[in-house]
């Protein structure tokens, strides 16, 4: 797991913007929305380079979003990253079944969604996969659907009443594995 948080960009960090990161994040989309996104993108980049560097385990291009992860993440004095769900639901790549289609000026960070969950990476980067899979046929279905939860999620995210509870739950609902798509990228580009 994370060997060190010392010797991160997460130990060069005042303890009072280690605070504002590891506080929940979704109540203050509409209070300091500058200061979300820089906390999302700030925390995007943070995980990459934590999976980069292996300080997150064996795998160098999946992201495991899991109790030990978050656990590895606990820092003196701050405790337990509260957001990481918001986290991950800001960086799923549009076309994941997992991924609200919010309208792109509803979400944050939408120009640099970059991670997609390892079942439908796998279902879709098939080589040897020439039509179209089952998963890609309901993405298709789903939007729709999936644009009025966008309405949802955009109405329950800007609510200043979403504490912690919430937090909690978004979390719940996102543990699992996610390719990095930067990762990979980086790694093709070496071979």
């Known amino acids: 797991m994370v060997n060190s948080l010392q010797e991160t960009t997460l130990g060069k960090l005042s303890d009072s913007r280690r605070q504002f990161l590891y506080s929940s994040l979704a109540p203050r989309k509409e209070i300091n929305p500058i200061g979300f996104n820089s906390a999302i993108q700030w925390w995007k980049a943070f995980l990459v380079e934590l999976?980069?560097?292996?300080?997150?385990?064996d795998d160098r291009l999946l992201l495991t979003a899991s109790e030990e992860m978050?656990?590895?993440?606990?820092?003196?004095?701050?405790g337990r990253p509260t957001s990481l769900g918001t986290i991950i639901v800001s960086s799923l790549l549009p076309t994941s079944p997992y991924y609200i289609n919010a309208p792109?000026?509803?979400s944050e960070l939408s120009d640099s969604k970059d991670i997609i969950s390892l079942p439908l990476y796998l279902s879709t980067h098939s080589s040897t996969n020439s039509r179209m899979t089952p998963i890609m046929l309901m993405g298709i279905l789903a939007r729709p659907i999936t644009w009025s939860f966008a309405q949802l999620r955009t109405s329950i995210l800007d609510d200043p009443s979403i504490g912690a509870g919430a937090e909690e739950a978004l979390w719940e609902s996102k543990k699992g594995k996610y390719?990095?798509?930067?990762?990979?990228?980086?790694?093709?580009?070496?071979?």
């Open 104 to 106: 792109e000026s509803q």
């Open 51 to 57: 999976v980069a560097q292996g300080r997150l385990g």
């Open 70 to 78: 978050r656990e590895g993440l606990r820092w003196e004095g701050s």
């Open 179 to 191: 390719v990095i798509m930067e990762l990979v990228k980086v790694g093709i580009l070496l071979f």
